[in-house]
């Protein structure tokens, strides 16, 4: 069976990792979508707000699973019999960073292949980030995240 991880932050999930999810979930015979800890960011939601919100994204997609771990990555991999990571690309400024975290999960599990999907046109711009700074400020969402995680992200900033 050919597993791959989507792994990231998801603070919150939105459209586009959404998007990336899906696409994966063809590809795959499974996805786990683990949420782990980029220690150079401080999350806004909890570790069990974040895999909630993916549940309740991925809920109707039967390959899909959510898990977080607190470790690498690449350790993490290996634990799950993981032969792929798949993640969104979404312009160059994206790249270099990807590119070194590659590098380094291949020379920590030999036997995981990190593979990009590019991002679709219509969520290129599109960040966690930029949804918290919107909701933050007063702004409208809706076009950015999935319709039923909408209304507890606008409560988180109230
Ligand atoms: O959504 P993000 O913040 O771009 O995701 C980055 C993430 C969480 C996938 C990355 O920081 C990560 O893999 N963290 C786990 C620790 C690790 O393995 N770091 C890379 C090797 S030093």
Known sequence: MKIAVVPGSFDPITKGHLDIIKRTA?????????VLTNSSKSPTFTK?????FIRSCTEGIDNVEVDSFSGLLADYTKNVGACAIVKGLRAMSDFEYEFQMALTNKKINRDVETMFLTTSYKYLYLSSSIVKEITRNGGDISEFVPEIIHDKIVEKFK
């Open 26 to 34: 063809k590809i795959f015979d499974k996805v786990i979508v683990a």
């Open 48 to 52: 069990e707000e974040r895999v909630e």
